[in-house]
């Protein structure tokens, strides 16, 4: 059974940082392109990061970019979000999110993406 587990998620100040990590089984994600969305309470799904299957290509969305660094250890079969200089507004639920092996994808787009964790919840107090 393929899955994806989200862990890191907590509890931190304003300012703080935390890293989340996204471990896939069940299968190789090393050909997928992995991203991470999250989802803030009322609000719809939005992207936040992207890495490419080979680790050299990475997006950002405009909200946490120079704040968040995606990155992945393919030996580990798991993807990882450093946020840095958390906001309130990054308050949310993350989620990980695993595209088809070899696919290119429109990689901001929660219909790109095929499997996904159940989520880790960053919570940001002021």
């Known amino acids: 059974q393929v899955q994806l587990v989200e862990s890191g998620g907590g509890l931190v100040q304003a300012g703080g940082s935390l890293r989340l990590s996204c471990a896939a089984s069940g299968r190789t994600f090393n050909n997928s392109t992995i991203s991470w969305f999250r989802q803030a309470p009322g609000k719809e799904r939005e992207f936040v990061a992207a890495i490419h299957w080979s680790g050299s290509v990475t997006h950002y969305a405009d909200s946490v970019k120079g704040r968040f660094t995606i990155s992945r250890d393919n030996a580990k079969n798991t993807v990882y979000l450093v946020m840095n200089s958390l906001k309130i507004e990054d308050m949310a639920d993350y989620y990980c999110?695993?595209?088809?092996?070899?696919?290119?994808?429109?990689?901001?787009?929660?219909?790109?993406?095929?499997?996904w964790g159940q989520g880790t919840q960053v919570t940001v107090s002021s």
């Open positions: 999110a695993a595209a088809k092996p070899y696919q290119a994808v429109d990689y901001a787009y929660v219909r790109e993406y095929v499997y």
